[in-house]
């Protein structure tokens, strides 16, 4: 390989480890090139990139851009997987975890989720979690919020999910509420409201019927001159 190409690759690879948030590092030694390809194309459906790489070239490029965690991890057959920003984490780890988990073909070594480091046991319990849009819904369901706080938990990113569940149990803790107590509040209150509509319903149905009467009463014809003098 020319040196010129060594350095274009080197450079790209930079940029690549600079932009990515979150990567896996594997060793895919035992795999073929057809497993290869196969495990690409799912990783694409989670929005992964799988990407074999040269360890002299990606040391160079992890030291320019200033992820130096990755140079331990890069020994032997190396493949990377680069997460796009929108990237389900669990969803890409469970991928490799189960590839990994069939006659030991391939090897986890680590990677790096949203700039903090993991070592192959972070990864294996990251992809013992449920997905984002599971995880997600299961919060919802579970916290009794307002509304903003609630579009805020959808929209907010993996890691800040924690923190977020965190801050509504000290919230919920110091009020003293309660999903249930709030539930209880609900029904009470809308019993309330419907014995409350019912009585307003007794009260003005007798004035409409009154009403009814006396239009009838007014609308009945008076004996003309004409009857009267036949009398």
């Keep these: 390989m020319l040196k010129k190409d060594k350095e274009r690759i080197v450079t790209e690879l930079a940029e690549r480890l600079g932009a990515?948030?979150?990567?896996i590092v594997t060793d895919y030694r035992g795999l073929s090139v057809t497993e290869i390809d196969n495990l690409r194309t799912k990783l694409l459906e989670q929005g992964v990139r799988y990407t074999v790489v040269k360890n002299t070239l990606t040391k160079r490029a992890a030291e320019q851009a200033g992820a130096s965690e990755l140079v331990e991890l890069l020994d032997g057959p190396t493949a990377i997987a680069f997460l796009d920003t929108d990237a389900d984490p669990p969803a890409a780890a469970k991928v490799l975890n189960d590839v990994a988990n069939v006659g030991r073909v391939l090897v986890?070594?680590?990677?790096?989720?949203?700039?903090?480091?993991?070592?192959?046991?972070?990864?294996?319990?990251?992809?013992?979690?449920?997905?984002?849009?599971?995880?997600?819904?299961?919060?919802?369901?579970?916290?009794?919020?307002?509304?903003?706080?609630?579009?805020?938990?959808?929209?907010?990113?993996?890691?800040?999910?924690?923190?977020?569940?965190?801050?509504?149990?000290r919230q919920l803790d110091e009020q003293g509420d309660s999903p249930a107590a709030e539930t209880d509040t609900d029904a009470t209150a809308g019993e309330a409201e419907r014995e409350g509509a019912a009585e307003d319903q007794a009260e003005i149905t007798p004035a409409s019927e009154a009403a009814t009467d006396e239009e009838e009463t007014e609308a009945s014809p008076e004996p003309d001159a004409a009857d009267e003098k036949e009398e």
């Design 20 to 23: 990515a948030e979150s990567l």
């Design 108 to 169: 986890i070594r680590g990677g790096i989720l949203q700039g903090k480091q993991m070592t192959e046991a972070d990864v294996k319990s990251l992809a013992a979690l449920p997905g984002a849009d599971v995880l997600r819904a299961q919060l919802a369901g579970a916290l009794v919020g307002p509304l903003t706080m609630v579009v805020g938990l959808f929209n907010a990113p993996l890691r800040d999910l924690v923190g977020v569940i965190d801050a509504r149990i």
